[in-house]
């Protein structure tokens, strides 16, 4: 990484998300209540056991079922009985290691959506794949391993579907699930153990506990709810857990602290929505929302996935669409950049475009530095000057990241060492 007059540069290797999926194959499995234990991965696994048979909560991925089977075994002292495999949702990280706990008579329940969250990753593996691999690639300890993510992750054969809850009950234990798709997944549920006041929540709050939910994604993926998640949290609110248990995190326990941190989670999203909503009312076009919200200060978030300004153009396009009535930059299959040649010819070559690039950069204007960049990269996409000015640009946006918005920070990393390359070629 280049550095700044200011010093380094943030990285989003050294960002919180890569702490809390961190994966360290030779850790065992932890107990973190008197029948639930913990094995760390990608995404954790749980294990809630009984005199009468287990309970798998999420298998991680592919390359990590196994893994945590071999680490409940061996703090237990003895083979699992499993009976039932509960998936929080449909991502990879979370029911890819399903082979491992899966045997004939085992229950696999999940959301009545997950088979629709399985097709989509399916049917769109080779698209998705390249554009994840910009931001999930500093979570996977080895590209083989990322690619299993898209191409090698085996289907769980689901036997239970529910659609708003469901319950089960094993070794005396009941189990209470219920669907909360206002998070990361739209086939999100969370489970709750009422007599030990322990709730198991999957991604449904983030990867990152005290960060903001995962309401956008750069990658691309199917709308989220800002308004569903205020009613999920709503919900986890009311049944006032004593242990929080999340997909990435440490368990969270006492009461008063759960329900102080999720109190302001739930507060911020609503923030952001009402404000969101507001601003619609008034007038105000969505980029200058996007700019003029943001969280009072004694809503900030944690480090997280993305700026407050995503969440904001995520609430905006749940309520009103893609289109904001701007006519030839949405409607047609035109886009801006068929004119750029030309716009670059008008302005004499692609030499003015440079140096306006470069001086927007030098006034601490990035964003209008790369917008000029782009426009002339479209004629010469190996001009040294729009290179250098695209640079330059790019790590004044990493450095404003301050390394807390981790999709943003390896966003921008990733088209800094393309623009680096290039320079260098």
Known sequence: MTETRS???????????LT?????????????????????????????????????????????????????????GRPLDVRAIILTQSHPDHMGGWSAFAAPGVETIAQRFYPDGRLDRTLLKDFFAPRSRRIVGGMSPSPEHLRTWFHGTEEAEVTTLFDQAHELEVGG????????????????????????????????????????????TPRGDRQRSARFFIRDMDRLLALEPELLVTGHDEPIGGAEQIRSDLT?????????????????NEGKDLFTLMSE????????????????????RAVWEEHAGWFRQELTTELYAVPQRAVWPELVELAGGVDPLAERAAAHAAAGRPVEALHFVEIGLSVDPRHVALREAQVAALEQ????TG????????????????AQAALAS
């Open 173 to 216: 234990r009941r189990f209470e699930l219920f669907s909360t798709p206002g998070g990361e997944t739209l086939d999100s549920l969370s489970i709750w153990l009422p007599e030990e006041r322990i709730l198991f929540t999957g991604n449904l709050m983030g990867a990152i506990y005290g960060g903001l939910p995962h309401l956008y």
């Open 20 to 76: 809390a999926v961190a994966w360290n194959p030779d850790r065992p499995a932890e107990r973190i209540a008197d029948a639930v234990l913990m094995s760390r991965g990608t995404s954790n696994s749980y294990l809630v056991t009984s005199g009468d048979g287990d309970v798998v909560i999420n298998t991680g991925t592919p390359y990590q079922g196994q893994r945590h089977r071999e680490r409940y075994e061996q703090l237990l």
């Open 403 to 418: 390394g807390r918005t981790y999709d943003e920070l390896a966003w921008l990393e990733g088209e800094l060492e393309q």
């Open 7 to 17: 010093g380094a540069l943030p990285s989003s290797r050294a960002h919180p998300v």
């Open 397 to 400: 946006l990493i450095e404003q």
């Open 293 to 312: 919200i943001e969280l009072p200060s004694e809503l900030a978030p944690g480090p997280g996935r993305g700026p407050v300004s995503w969440y904001v």
């Open 264 to 280: 302001k989670l739930r507060d911020a999203i609503a923030y952001i929505h009402d404000a969101t909503i507001a601003g619609m």
